[in-house]
């Protein structure tokens, strides 16, 4: 019995898949909704219409709904636990011989694919995003003619990490370009150089005093490094003005990408704290689901017969609680006391040692 799917398995698959959809789908609608009442004004004024604006926050739904995917499991599971023990149907299913641990087990499994499609969810929301911002004809490009201490994102997997830029005199100061290699036929490129100038005439810039090092090249392991007193970089075809744009923002980057970039900031000597609590919460925030689930369930039998307001006060103030701690993570990020990553899951550790002890409690 214990070892195959139930009537009642089923049952309760029904009612928390029920409650997660329309969750996880309400809750981003609401969000995009509310966002796109208060940017109307501004996209009205840049010239689009509201067909437009419309179709453009569609694909602004995905990256809430990967959010609020943990709230999504975190009232299913409440709301499906909370209103089968409200009637009885916990203690009837105890009753004929199911303890609580067993009872659940179709909610965390199902809380674990919840897991996976935030992830997927999480990765298609850093397209859909670019989608919206593109739609929506965001200006991205400073009023200023310098620009200190960034890192620019390029095509074909280049990032520049540039000490200044200054437009008047079209030049760039201490800078190293990398170009991420998959193997020995395709090896990564690092180019460091004291300055570079840009030429109007040959339309690309020129690099002065500085080395070139082919990482990983064949044979396999080979690493090669050239000195050099200038060379022109076909590969960089960002005029000067174009540089002042902002480069992707790390929440506008896949995981992979993300990790390149993080990279890339740390060899041109910036903290990369935050951006690696960022990276690391995007598993961290989706593995949420199960610990959520693991946490909601015995809450739910803590008081069975307080009613809805009950689960969605509760399902409120965790998700508070989470999101809190989630903040405070990123806020200590660049503190260098506690590893980045460890922080990111800190969250996780401490609702899932509460669900733990919740668990430990109720009466199988």
């Known amino acids: 019995m214990t070892g195959r799917v139930t009537i009642l398995d089923r049952y309760m698959l029904r009612s928390w898949t029920r409650l997660f959809v329309v969750t996880a789908l309400g809750f981003p609608i609401v969000a995009v909704l509310t966002e796109a009442v208060g940017e109307l004004t501004n996209l009205l004024n840049r010239g689009l219409s ?73 990765e298609l929301a850093v397209t859909a995003t670019e989608k919206m911002t593109m739609m929506q004809r965001d200006p991205r490009v400073q ?31 201490e800078l190293i370009f990398e170009r991420e290699g998959t193997g020995p036929d395709y090896p990564t490129l690092v180019i460091r150089a004291d300055s570079a100038t840009w030429s109007d005439s040959a339309r690309m810039w020129r690099l002065w005093q500085g080395e070139s090092r082919l990482i990983g090249g064949s044979p396999p392991a080979r690493n090669v490094t050239f000195d050099f007193a200038s060379i022109e970089l076909a590969a960089m075809t960002q005029e000067p003005r174009d ?4 480069s992707k923002a790390p929440a506008a980057m896949p995981y992979a990408e993300l990790g ?16 690696e609590v960022q990276r690391a919460q995007r598993i961290s925030v989706p593995a949420a689901c199960l610990v959520i689930a693991l946490f909601g369930a015995p809450l739910a039998m803590a008081a069975p017969r307080s009613g809805s307001a009950f689960g969605l006060g509760v399902s409120l103030g965790a998700t508070v609680i989470y999101l809190l701690l989630a903040q405070i993570a990123l806020a200590m990020g660049d503190s260098g006391i506690i590893d980045p990553v460890m922080l990111a899951w800190m969250p996780n550790v401490v609702f899932l040692l509460a669900g733990l002890v919740l668990l430990s409690r109720v009466r199988t």
């Open 243 to 246: 540089l002042l744009a902002e």
């Open 260 to 275: 390149r970039y993080i990279e890339a900031m740390r060899r041109a000597g910036n903290e990369t704290g935050k951006l």
């Open 143 to 173: 009023s200023a003619a310098a620009r200190f201490n960034f890192v620019y994102r390029a095509d074909e997997g280049w990032v520049y990490a540039v000490r200044s830029l200054d437009v008047a005199s079209s030049t760039l100061r």
């Open 50 to 122: 509201m067909k437009q604006i419309a179709v453009s926050y569609v694909f602004g739904i995905p990256a809430w709904a990967s959010l609020v995917m943990p709230a999504a499991v975190l009232f299913a599971t409440i709301f499906t636990v909370g209103g089968m023990a409200r009637h009885s149907e916990i203690t009837a299913a105890k009753a004929g011989g199911l303890s609580f641990h067993r009872l659940v087990l179709p909610l965390l499994a199902a809380a674990a694919g919840a897991v996976v499609l935030a992830v997927l969810v999480g």
